[in-house]
């Protein structure tokens, strides 16, 4: 079973940068759709948005439209590794980043997808 552990959260005024990490352990991970979602403040975990989706290498990439422009997903297979480099942050930006692992591209939604890290906080003020 793939685990997956989020890091690169943190606390930043607004116009900054950040970039995300999610290590996952496991020998398939290539075979993996990868995305992340977020969870806002207030916000149950069924309401996790969709932020952006990676397929397996890398070849296809889309992303939620309110962060298209300013967010790039990357993953390395070689490291076992997904990235989220997040430019232009916004307060509305604040929230919980997960990473998320599914086998196909249509199954990377909240309520389909299985394998889950735990979480990291990003918190962008004005």
């Known amino acids: 079973q793939v685990q997956l552990v989020e890091s690169g959260g943190g606390s930043v005024q607004a116009g900054a940068s950040l970039t995300l990490s999610c290590a996952a352990s496991?020998?398939?991970?290539?075979?993996?759709?990868m995305g992340w979602f977020r969870q806002a403040p207030g916000k149950e975990r069924e309401e996790r948005e969709f932020?952006?989706?990676?397929?397996?290498?890398?070849?296809?990439?889309d992303y939620h439209e309110s962060v298209k422009g300013r967010f790039a997903i990357s993953r390395d297979n070689v490291k076992n590794m997904v990235y989220l480099q997040m430019d232009a942050l916004r307060p509305e930006d604040t929230a919980v980043y997960f990473c998320a692992a599914t086998t196909t591209v249509a199954m990377m939604n909240v309520n389909r997808a299985r394998i889950w890290g735990q979480g990291t906080q990003v918190t962008v003020s004005s």
């Open positions: 496991g020998s398939d991970f290539s075979r993996l759709v």
């Open positions: 932020v952006a989706i990676i397929n397996q290498y890398g070849g296809f990439k």
